[in-house]
């Protein structure tokens, strides 16, 4: 069974880093890419970033470019946001998503607190 | 980057009786491999979303079969043939042709 676990969601004061994980099982994690995806609360869905298997191709939404990097550890099945500048807008569930054309499986989310 | 614009925004339906979400792009969806990247996806109350249609038409492992897609180009329906107590919670049509994906804002489909 496909599993994506997201960890490291928080509240963080403005200007603030945070740093998301997302651990998959179930599948071989290597051969995948991967987005993270969020939500601002009672709102609809963003993209944030994208990954390709190897990690040699990466691409960002305007609103997080220069801010959000986002990284891969194929040995350990798991796909990583660091989040730096935190804005309030920023605030919403961070979810992972497997694959491309279209991502199929989806984390649960973790939820990021951007405030003072 | 591609606009999706869903309509209505909120469809209340009455248990049994079916429903129709429709998706418009601001471009072709069209990639220069032939395929159209239009999928839907479903979020139920408190749930992340789920796939349920790919390629406009082809459903995702295990989604029942009163759910289809239809359409091409720049237009796009989502349709349930019969609304069940489990299909409440709001559906999005996403772009994955080109960067940056796009979702549509959203269609809360609510019972009667």
């Known amino acids: 069974e496909v599993q994506l676990v997201e960890s490291g969601g928080g509240l963080v004061q403005p200007g603030g880093s945070l740093r998301l994980s997302c651990a998959g099982s179930g599948f071989t994690f290597s051969n995948y890419v991967m987005n993270w995806v969020r939500q601002a609360p009672g709102k609809g869905l963003e993209w944030v970033s994208f990954?390709?298997?190897?990690?040699?191709?990466?691409y960002y939404a305007d609103s997080v470019e220069g801010r959000f990097t986002i990284s891969r550890d194929n040995d350990k099945n798991s796909l990583y946001l660091q989040m730096n500048s935190l804005r309030a807008e920023d605030t919403a569930v961070y979810y992972c998503a497997r694959g491309r054309r279209p991502p199929d499986y989806w984390g649960q989310g973790t939820l990021v607190t951007v405030s003072s | 980057d591609i606009v999706m614009t869903q309509t209505p925004l909120s469809s209340p339906v009455t248990l049994g009786q079916p429903a129709s979400i429709s998706c418009r792009s601001s471009?072709?969806?069209?990639?220069?491999?032939?395929?159209?990247?239009l999928s839907w996806l479903q979020q139920r109350p408190g749930q992340p979303p789920r796939l349920l249609i790919y390629k406009i038409s082809n459903r995702f492992s295990g989604v029942p079969d009163r759910f289809s897609g239809s359409g091409a180009g720049t237009d796009f329906t989502l349709k349930i043939s019969r609304v069940e107590a489990e299909d409440v919670g709001v559906y999005y049509c996403?772009?994955?042709?080109?960067?940056?994906?796009?979702f549509g804002g959203g269609t809360k489909v609510e019972i009667k």
């Open positions: 471009q072709s969806l069209v990639h220069s491999d032939g395929n159209t990247y």
């Open positions: 990954i390709s298997s190897s990690g040699t191709t990466i």
């Open positions: 996403m772009q994955t042709t080109q960067f940056p994906l796009t």
